[in-house]
């Protein structure tokens, strides 16, 4: 499976993890929470990178701004 799309954590630049596909990229899917409306964006086949986890493990930290990146352009 080809991996084409990753989260990045805005505070560490740690990769939080790969999915292979991407889905809601052109706001055709949106949520309310709290009255305030956000685009639903959805990573297909996600795997969470093991190094993120023990360091979430271990700093207690909590993921607040996220990067979407593209790995693979095929």
């Given amino acids: ?3 084409k799309y990753s989260l990045i954590d805005a ?15 052109m706001g055709n899917c949106t949520v309310e929470i709290a009255e305030e409306t956000f685009h639903k964006i959805t990573l297909l086949d996600f795997q969470y990178r093991d190094d993120f986890r023990q360091y979430c493990q271990t700093t207690k930290a909590y993921i607040n701004n996220i990067y979407v990146t593209i790995l693979n352009y095929e």
């Fill in 1 to 3: 499976m080809i991996q």
């Fill in 11 to 25: 505070e560490s630049d740690m990769v939080i993890g790969i999915g292979s596909d991407l889905t809601g990229l």
